[in-house]
């Protein structure tokens, strides 16, 4: 078994930085890539960013040159740094840590709010 558990969320005004932190325990030895996902209110669940076991990214065209996904394997954590937050970033932040031994079995964290003023 596999629990993330996510903060680093809260209350910024446009413009400013938050870091999402997201901490692995449990068979951290079955992780593969981790995701950061969020939920905005009325809206599906989106992909955000992506980090490889290899440390390749990914992000959606929306965060690109914003956001910087990373991973600290000796602290089993992964960030996400948000930069330059707009109101339309306001979102619950998920983490998500996707198994590398059985194909579509994942694990999801509880969340955390981030709310972009304007």
């Known amino acids: 078994q596999v629990q993330l558990v996510e903060s680093g969320g809260g209350l910024v005004q446009a413009g400013g930085s938050l870091r999402l932190s997201c901490v692995v325990s449990?068979?951290?030895?079955?992780?593969?890539?981790m995701d950061w996902y969020r939920q905005a209110p009325g809206k599906q669940r989106e992909l955000v960013a992506t980090?490889?076991?290899?440390?390749?990214?990914n992000y959606a065209d929306s965060v690109t040159g914003r956001f910087t996904i990373s991973r600290d394997n000796a602290k089993n954590t992964v960030y996400l740094q948000m930069n330059s937050l707009k109101p339309e970033d306001t979102a619950v932040y998920y983490c998500?840590?996707?198994?590398?031994?059985?194909?579509?079995?994942?694990?999801w964290g509880q969340g955390t709010q981030v709310t972009v003023s304007s």
């Open positions: 980090i490889t076991s290899g440390g390749s990214t």
């Open positions: 998500k840590a996707n198994s590398r031994l059985r194909v579509g079995l994942s694990y």
């Open positions: 449990g068979s951290i030895f079955s992780i593969g890539a």
